[in-house]
């Protein structure tokens, strides 16, 4: 295998320092060889403010191969992704046969991939490695590592000889992500070492297999990684519970209209409870959906006007903004799902509409004309006005499906980013105006009439986000305002 020459991954480097990683590019140059580490002079460590023990002969400029110890379903996994990306790979396993080598010779590798169960760390020569070896530790737990408790990589350090350095990285990579993800691009894998430059080596590995690290500092941190894979659901909880009380005070507030009021005055009746599970649902899921669909573009908006003000991209946003504008992937699934729920229910209840005709009463030889009976007479036409009605919602809901599919890791990394951006941006708001012109043309009639007590309408109460969304989004689509934010998220400063 081949790293990458330090000097020809300054952008990678940079981005790795931007999140905090320290790494430092030192400077090695085209002649490298296996003992590149000997040919960087203590001076220039120092001048790069890099601690460099001088027993560490780690090849940060080339490698022959890589050792992965373990042929389980991670180790067989990170074997074929590393062969994949053009990386030679040594594996050791307690039967070596075949292609296989024995764990003492895979270990001898300048860096190894410990890709075996905590469990079976007693059982492998690790007293044997040489000074100098990176060790990448990606065991992962079954419980949740305490903040005073040593994790697993802490203690893989304390069984190993002096000079052998473990960089904790990997555990947050499925196997079957490797087998399956050809494209990793973007994705950031936390890492957590001693050493300086065995972190720059493992990252460099990384990149080579098209991932970008997360430096987090020192080995104590490897306890924060560890926890990752068995946090449930991370990013979801705090978007979840907004969803989840948003949906139960519209329900409230659909409740009280109808139980709550009665010809604009408050008291409380009973008629109509049977429809909690159905009609009530149902408007909820309505009002829901679109007060959420409208929660995914509103923050956009704040923060256009905010670099509009500043004149700057380069200036970070409010903590309550910043953490809206990383829910809004979030909404928009909670809101595709009460979306679906409100389509269902309407597929399902939803009937043609008949005139009535009154008719008398038959009797012997003649008619009752003063009993009327009631039948049904012939199907009556909607106006434009429903038509308009429900072909906006069915456009506007298929139009967030494909906004949904599209933001699948799966789906949006096989696009460019000009079409993810038409299908994120100009799609959804055109599902925006089209939810918005559904909601609205439904109740036309009451959609500036308050007769329910203190309540808001089933029409109003969702239409004043959508609202506030739109009416701020018109004055950035003048010319010169938007040429002046295009420059500005293209990096000028006013």
């Known amino acids: 295998?081949?790293?990458?020459?330090?000097?020809?991954?300054?952008?990678?480097?940079?981005?790795?320092?931007?999140?905090?990683?320290?790494?430092?590019?030192?400077?090695?140059?085209?002649?490298?060889?296996?003992?590149?580490?000997?040919?960087?002079?203590?001076?220039?460590?120092?001048?790069?403010?890099?601690?460099?023990?001088?027993?560490?002969?780690?090849?940060?400029?080339?490698?022959?191969?890589?050792?992965?110890?373990?042929?389980?379903?991670?180790?067989?996994?990170?074997?074929?992704?590393?062969?994949?990306?053009?990386?030679?790979?040594?594996?050791?396993?307690?039967?070596?046969?075949?292609?296989?080598?024995?764990?003492?010779?895979?270990?001898?590798?300048?860096?190894?991939?410990?890709?075996?169960?905590?469990?079976?760390?007693?059982?492998?020569?690790?007293?044997?490695?040489?000074?100098?070896?990176?060790?990448?530790?990606?065991?992962?737990?079954?419980?949740?590592?305490?903040?005073?408790?040593?994790?697993?990589?802490?203690?893989?350090?304390?069984?190993?000889?002096?000079?052998?350095?473990?960089?904790?990285?990997?555990?947050?990579?499925?196997?079957?992500?490797?087998?399956?993800?050809?494209?990793?691009?973007?994705?950031?894998?936390?890492?957590?070492?001693?050493?300086?430059?065995?972190?720059?080596?493992?990252?460099?590995?990384?990149?080579?297999?098209?991932?970008?690290?997360?430096?987090?500092?020192?080995?104590?941190?490897?306890?924060?990684?560890?926890?990752?894979?068995?946090?449930?659901?991370?990013?979801?909880?705090?978007?979840?519970?907004?969803?989840?009380?948003?949906?139960?005070?519209?329900?409230?507030?659909?409740?009280?209209?109808?139980?709550?009021?009665?010809?604009?005055?408050?008291?409380?009746?009973?008629?109509?409870?049977?429809?909690?599970?159905?009609?009530?649902?149902?408007?909820?899921?309505?009002?829901?959906a679109l007060v959420l669909l409208a929660s995914c573009y509103l923050p956009g908006i704040f923060a256009a006007y905010l670099q509009l003000a500043r004149g700057t991209k380069y200036s970070e946003f409010p903590a309550w903004l910043d953490n809206w504008l990383k829910m809004r992937k979030q909404f928009g699934v909670f809101m595709l799902f009460s979306a679906s729920i409100h389509a269902c229910f309407y597929v399902l209840l939803f009937e043609p509409h008949f005139g009535k005709v009154h008719i008398p009463t038959p009797s012997k030889g003649s008619w009752d004309w003063d009993n009327l009976l009631t039948v049904q007479g012939q199907e009556a036409s909607y106006d434009l006005r429903t038509n308009i009605w429900i072909a906006a919602g069915v456009i506007g809901y298929f139009i967030a499906v494909i906004l949904g599919v599209t933001s699948l890791p799966s789906v949006s990394s096989s696009l460019s980013w000009k079409e993810f951006r038409m299908l994120q941006s100009w799609l959804g708001w055109l599902c925006l105006i089209l939810c918005s012109t559904h909601c609205s043309l439904n109740g036309w009639t009451k959609l500036f009439k308050f007769k329910d007590c203190i309540f808001l309408g089933s029409e109003q109460l969702p239409m004043i986000l959508p609202a506030i969304t739109i009416l701020l989004k018109i004055p950035l689509l003048i010319p010169f305002v938007d040429a002046r934010l295009t420059q500005i998220r293209q990096g000028k400063v006013f």
């Open 1 to 288: 295998m081949h790293y990458k020459k330090l000097e020809e991954c300054h952008l990678n480097v940079a981005n790795i320092a931007a999140m905090g990683s320290g790494d430092l590019c030192l400077p090695v140059t085209e002649g490298t060889t296996n003992n590149a580490i000997e040919d960087i002079t203590r001076n220039e460590a120092v001048a790069s403010g890099v601690n460099i023990n001088p027993d560490i002969k780690v090849n940060i400029g080339e490698a022959d191969c890589v050792g992965v110890v373990g042929t389980g379903n991670f180790g067989k996994a990170i074997t074929n992704k590393l062969v994949k990306c053009g990386v030679q790979v040594v594996v050791g396993t307690r039967n070596p046969t075949g292609l296989f080598v024995s764990i003492e010779k895979a270990l001898q590798e300048k860096i190894v991939i410990l890709a075996v169960p905590t469990f079976s760390w007693p059982d492998l020569p690790l007293a044997k490695i040489q000074a100098g070896t990176i060790l990448i530790d990606c065991s992962n737990r079954t419980k949740t590592c305490a903040p005073d408790e040593l994790s697993q990589a802490e203690k893989l350090q304390q069984l190993l000889p002096p000079g052998v350095h473990v960089v904790k990285g990997f555990n947050t990579i499925s196997a079957y992500e490797l087998e399956n993800m050809t494209f990793s691009a973007g994705q950031q894998i936390p890492i957590a070492g001693n050493s300086q430059v065995g972190k720059q080596a493992v990252g460099l590995l990384l990149d080579k297999l098209g991932y970008h690290v997360s430096d987090m500092g020192n080995l104590e941190q490897a306890r924060l990684i560890e926890n990752i894979p068995l946090a449930l659901f991370p990013n979801w909880k705090k978007p979840f519970l907004i969803s989840v009380c948003l949906w139960m005070f519209l329900y409230f507030l659909t409740f009280a209209r109808y139980h709550f009021c009665s010809n604009n005055e408050l008291c409380w009746h009973s008629k109509g409870l049977k429809n909690m599970f159905v009609k009530y649902i149902n408007k909820t899921c309505d009002c829901h």
